[in-house]
């Protein structure tokens, strides 16, 4: 975890925000900053460092979050549907229909029809 205590004289992150707009840096949302002032640069320069510090504080906190839900035996990432219906696909199409039929009577889509039948083959 960074510690972002000491850098800048910073605490928290809204702190941060409130010495950059103290700096009078103004920026525009999709612009660039076009003026060549020291101050502007250095104001530019603090936005960057700070926007990578939280950056890694978010990934740092969601790499926690996913090992403690592992870790807790808890499954990660999106929920199997389709893939619990592979049986009832293959019998379905054994009985003649076609993938666009299948997916309706099955309410999932076309394409995860045709993937799930590539991969039984």
């Known amino acids: 975890m960074i510690d972002i205590t000491g850098f800048f004289g910073l605490s ?3 702190n941060a925000v409130r ?3 103290l700096c009078k840096c103004r ?3 999709h612009a660039k900053m076009t003026s060549h002032h020291e101050r502007h640069k250095q104001c530019s320069r603090r936005l960057d460092v700070f926007s990578h ?3 890694d504080m978010i990934r740092e906190r969601v790499t926690a979050g996913i090992a403690n839900s592992r870790a807790k035996g808890r499954p990660h990432g999106r929920p199997r549907t389709a893939a ?3 049986d009832q696909i293959n ?3 054994t009985d003649g229909l076609n993938n666009s039929q299948i997916a309706k009577k099955l309410k999932i889509s076309r394409g995860s029809v045709i993937g799930l039948l590539k ?3």
């Open 53 to 55: 510090i939280e950056r």
């Open 19 to 21: 010495i950059i707009s």
């Open 12 to 14: 928290t992150l809204p």
């Open 84 to 86: 619990l219906k592979k």
């Open 27 to 29: 920026v525009k949302r």
């Open 91 to 93: 019998k379905l199409k």
């Open 119 to 121: 991969t039984a083959a």
